[in-house]
């Protein structure tokens, strides 16, 4: 590889908008023209939807699709991934936000920004230290938990908005409902019902029409994405028409400042961050998780390679953009990437091209956002979030695998009873609780000598040689706190069905590493051996193994045991024949 | 076995008790009598601290002194564990009680009696569960973290009681200590210095003294164990003699009701329940494996043996005691076991002898309790409590292994910044994610056929034939969500180091269970090799995981990729020749 080449491989690696845009047809670009214009319509009522869902002003909404998405252009592996305010982060922002804690500082749009900076820094600082893996860590069952959770917390939220209701938390007081219903507003109640009733009939049937029409499939995508920005312009329209806002209530979405808010640090204090901090990681956790699931799928149908890591990096730098460009928390988005990908979009052109759209819109348009009534927008976040609830896979996890069954509901209702952060943890809890138990028992062999050789085998499948006052033990694994309490058992059960066993010699040959707690066990079960006068010793342990132990006690205390290099010298040394 | 000889030995495992009482001598009953008379001195000023430290009524910890440890004479399997109240067990009591959702409620007698009763149930459940290996999950420097940050914070809250200072929380406000340090109490101060000195003196120089002048060992450990006692004797008689809570404003205990509690079950109330589960979960985790510990530690010292799901029903009964008769909830304590240990105890009689005394002291010497100055409980807690931080062990712990220094130091500082749950969550995510990083890269082998046999084997150890156009893998763990990825990866880079392959063959020798994760990535696997012309086959599966695989729709994705039952036969279908 000439260096110019090697330069270049390094530039695409870190810049994946490197590689596409150097081979860019003008095909591909037609595909994301296309592609990034629908996305754009979405993303408007998208954008101040999932702002009011997080309880924060709209312009939060729509500067976090402008930059960010730019960011995420340049430094992602996704080709297709739409970058922007998503429901599931919106949901837990307004967690954050409205914690006790949280809100007693007031300014939650300064709030937001911190939570935007932090999770970018989590997420940038996890990429450093290369924790790409830590997708591996939630499982499946527990996302598909948490995200049917936050979707019913998310409709819970949206509907006394449909229905024009004001709701204080009634929690599970009953009569508190009843007043609480008593307050609904005809004509809020109206304009969400309508807007409702369009956005499924474009979502439907209106495909259907058009197919039997035989339209042009890309023709139906355009007309049929087109529903929600024409259902918030309708109901708009008749809000200033009827002039809504006045005697009749109708909540809309009120001011928008124009033009971009200036780049600034000004959400830089440190006492917040200390207190927002664990709703960050939580929010870096689950946008990188979702981001990464929703990019597989896509790059799977196009067989592209999604690189972890590199996913950290592009989002850590999306969510950094929206903080000192005024938005909120970012992350991939599910229903608009798909909408992205259906239009055509070949590559991260058309979110460059939507952000374009996007930008325009706040800098020309935001006096006409004032007036959007919230029902409007959340008839749309409910047609988004219905489909993410999943109850139906409920009992197909827990058919094929009870423990999955059983993490998954625990995380559902988790969210829904504790709340957000609290499901999720234990949901995390439960899977690595179940994974621990099915690795906590590794394989140990009893071993003899293999006659006339200097091997050893397991006694159990092997004729070998053995010697009574002698335990030769090999662990298959490293020795950790996981396994550590297994493994004293076993030893312990052996030594009560050998009662002439003099020194136990631990064959080293499977073992990376001892843990701190491993290492105590060690300690405490040398010196109980010592006192029933038996001794341990170790043979071949690997070089990197007893660099750790000669950092510590152990092999002092060990004596009169000893280190052996081959278990044969072992063996010589302490068997001794009836 | 003979039936008779079946029942006894199911019995005595259910109930140690009968298996030391049948041979119960008259000598070990002198060292019971001995140590639980020492311990019941210890018990009594320990007890009301410890309710105090918790933010309740001091009868409550002598209730708790009472019944739970008759309860964990009958069940657990420990000879010499001291279950009650306990220093850690207590200000995780109290971060429940102040927590702002239960402390609204009101009436916290009644919730620290549901954080009894729930936390006996849990144990319990956890026992039915058998998962007694739970112990395992919490590594041992977290739990020394855990410890050093649960006992900083009482001496935080203990230091001030000693000074007499009136105490609003100040958290990082400087100023707002000025002020607080204003309302010191100069009686208060000198009745805790005095205290602290005598505890002080009697814990050390006293029992050099007496060594130096010869006396009994036993004699010694009475007298010097007799020092809290006689503190808390001295500091009263003050407070009474020169009239101290009237004018001089110096914190007493208060009343203290005379005899019994009924036993009754008011504490059922449903709605609490909810809110304190995740607080009765903590403390029956930490009970739990706190006792263990310390069980053990005195069980190795004279080679008895400790058995977890054993404790976890004898400590879940001690719980539920405790709720039924009024008193907080039980562990066993450090400080106090060592006490019993080392007075001499044998068996549970020393704990059965110390409940009956407990019993005898709250029927007829409670009114005597009311004037003990808190200030003087403030120093017995922070003499007790002082020795469990083990900061020094963080540097030694960072050397020997970096990551469990990190879990340590994170769960320390949790604690301490974010509260004793928070502390104690972090600390195990850590470790399980540290734990399964080093787990989440199976070994896999590409094989190949050892020439004239049917054995086939890793192609990097041995010569084997192999075919261009065929991928045998072997994964040698069963396949889940953490090492899903990985396995992935795997093949991916396999394929694209031979563009050749068409079939790729799973070997399932090694493979007992393949989770939801797992599956779902599979499928998705199996769907991108489709669509790149390759097939996915598997051989050698054991029937568990067959069966488990045809509740799914898996096998019949794979078409036209078979289920091979010997590696043989794909290779005889698939295998071709170049």
């Given at each position: ?193 309508a807007a409702l009733g369009l956005l499924v009939f474009f979502s439907g049937p209106l495909i259907h029409m058009l197919k039997k029409m035989g339209l042009q499939p890309s023709l139906i995508t355009a007309i049929s994405k087109c529903g929600p920005l024409l259902t918030i312009m309708l109901a708009t329209l008749a809000v200033s028409h009827f002039d809504l806002t006045g005697q009749q209530h109708v909540a809309v979405v009120g001011q928008v400042p124009s033009g971009f808010p200036e780049l600034n640090m000004a959400f830089i204090v440190i006492e917040k961050w200390q207190l927002l901090l664990p709703y960050s990681g939580f929010i870096a956790l689950i946008a990188y998780v979702e981001s990464v699931a929703i990019a597989k799928v ?281």
């Amino acid at each position: 590889m000439t260096y110019s080449n090697h330069i270049e491989s390094r530039l695409s690696q870190l810049f994946p908008i490197v590689g596409w845009l150097k081979s860019y047809t003008r095909e591909e670009f037609y595909g994301d023209m296309f592609a990034g214009i629908i996305t754009a319509i979405l993303l408007v009522p998208q954008g101040i939807a999932y702002a009011i869902l997080a309880g924060l002003p709209p312009q939060l909404g729509l500067y976090a699709s402008i930059l960010p998405p730019v960011l995420y252009a340049f430094f992602g592996t996704s080709r297709t991934l739409s970058v922007g305010p998503v429901s599931i982060a919106a949901i837990m922002i307004a967690s954050a936000l409205t914690a006790p804690e949280i809100s007693v500082l007031g300014n939650p749009v300064q709030s937001a920004l911190i939570l935007s900076a932090e999770s970018g820094i989590i997420m940038l600082l996890m990429a450093l230290l290369r924790m790409g893996g830590l997708v591996n860590f939630i499982s499946h069952p527990v996302l598909t938990g948490f995200t049917s959770g936050a979707a019913l917390l998310i409709i819970g939220s949206q509907l006394p908005q449909l229905f024009g209701i004001k709701t204080p938390s009634c929690g599970f007081d009953m009569s508190c409902y009843n007043t609480v219903f008593q307050t609904f507003n005809v004509s809020t109640l109206m304009i969400g019902l309508a807007a409702l009733g369009l956005l499924v009939f474009f979502s439907g049937p209106l495909i259907h029409m058009l197919k039997k029409m035989g339209l042009q499939p890309s023709l139906i995508t355009a007309i049929s994405k087109c529903g929600p920005l024409l259902t918030i312009m309708l109901a708009t329209l008749a809000v200033s028409h009827f002039d809504l806002t006045g005697q009749q209530h109708v909540a809309v979405v009120g001011q928008v400042p124009s033009g971009f808010p200036e780049l600034n640090m000004a959400f830089i204090v440190i006492e917040k961050w200390q207190l927002l901090l664990p709703y960050s990681g939580f929010i870096a956790l689950i946008a990188y998780v979702e981001s990464v699931a929703i990019a597989k799928v896509t790059a799977n149908l196009r067989s592209e390679k999604i690189v972890p890591n590199q996913e950290l990096i592009a989002l850590g730098a999306a969510n950094l953009a929206a903080a000192v460009s005024g938005g909120m928390p970012v992350a991939g988005g599910f229903s608009r990437t798909m909408v992205n990908f259906a239009a055509g979009a070949r590559t991260q052109m058309a979110m460059l091209i939507a952000a374009g759209l996007l930008a325009l819109a706040v800098i020309f348009f935001s006096p006409w956002f004032e007036n959007i009534p919230k029902a409007a927008l959340a008839a749309i976040i409910l047609v988004a979030i219905v489909p993410l609830v999943k109850l139906n896979n409920i009992p197909i996890t827990w058919r094929y695998d009870r423990g999955d069954g059983i993490a998954e509901i625990a995380t559902l209702l988790g969210v829904l009873i504790y709340g957000i952060e609290e499901g999720i943890t234990l949901g995390i809890i439960l899977t690595l609780i179940s994974h621990l138990r099915k690795t906590s028992q590794p394989h140990i062999a009893v071993v003899g000598r293999i006659p006339g050789t200097e091997h050893y085998r397991n006694i159990k499948r092997h004729s070998v040689e053995t010697w009574p006052n002698l335990l030769l033990l090999r662990v298959d694994e490293s020795i950790t706190f996981a396994n550590i309490n297994y493994i004293e058992a076993f030893i312990e059960s052996e030594l009560r069905r050998q009662p002439d066993i003099k020194h136990i010699v631990l064959i080293f040959t499977s073992i990376s590493d001892i843990d701190t707690t491993a290492l105590e066990v060690l300690e405490n079960l040398n010196h109980s051996l010592q006192v029933a006068k038996m001794t341990l010793h170790i043979s071949e342990a690997k070089g990197p193994v007893l660099d750790k132990l000669e950092k510590t006690d152990f092999l002092k205390q060990l004596k009169p045991g000893k280190v052996f290099f081959h278990t044969e010298d072992a063996v010589r040394e302490l068997g001794k024949r009836i």
